[in-house]
């Protein structure tokens, strides 16, 4: 079973940076859409960011000019960089892959997922 494990999460004051790594321990980085998702208490998971086999990537319009998805295959670790970090990103933050290599918006797709790294922003 593939293994998903995040890192990277912590404490930030609103305005600043974090970069979310999500290491796998089979080569699904590469071949499959991963994507990066949050879950707020009391709230619904959502997506936030995904990228597929060739390198395209699509945002929440949340956090569009703010976050950046990346992927490193050689090193099958997937990148989540915020920036301008606001309270509102708080949330456990999950990474997930769907096996195949284009992406989808729906959440009970994705079949592989981390434990999850915790993001809290405070203003």
């Known amino acids: 079973q593939v293994q998903l494990v995040e890192s990277g999460g912590g404490s930030v004051q609103a305005g600043g940076s974090l970069r979310l790594s999500c290491a796998a321990s089979?080569?699904?980085?590469?071949?499959?859409?991963m994507g990066w998702f949050r879950q707020a208490p009391g709230k619904e998971r959502e997506g936030v960011a995904s990228i597929n086999f060739w390198g395209y990537t699509t945002y929440a319009t949340s956090v569009k000019g703010r976050f950046t998805i990346s992927k490193d295959n050689a090193k099958n670790t997937l990148y989540l960089q915020m920036n301008s970090l606001k309270p509102e990103d708080t949330a456990m933050y999950y990474c997930?892959?769907?096996?195949?290599?284009?992406?989808?918006?729906?959440?009970?797709?994705?079949?592989?997922w981390g434990q999850g790294t915790q993001v809290t922003v405070s203003s």
């Open positions: 089979e080569y699904i980085i590469r071949r499959y859409c």
């Open positions: 997930a892959s769907l096996n195949r290599d284009t992406c989808g918006s729906v959440v009970a797709d994705y079949t592989n």
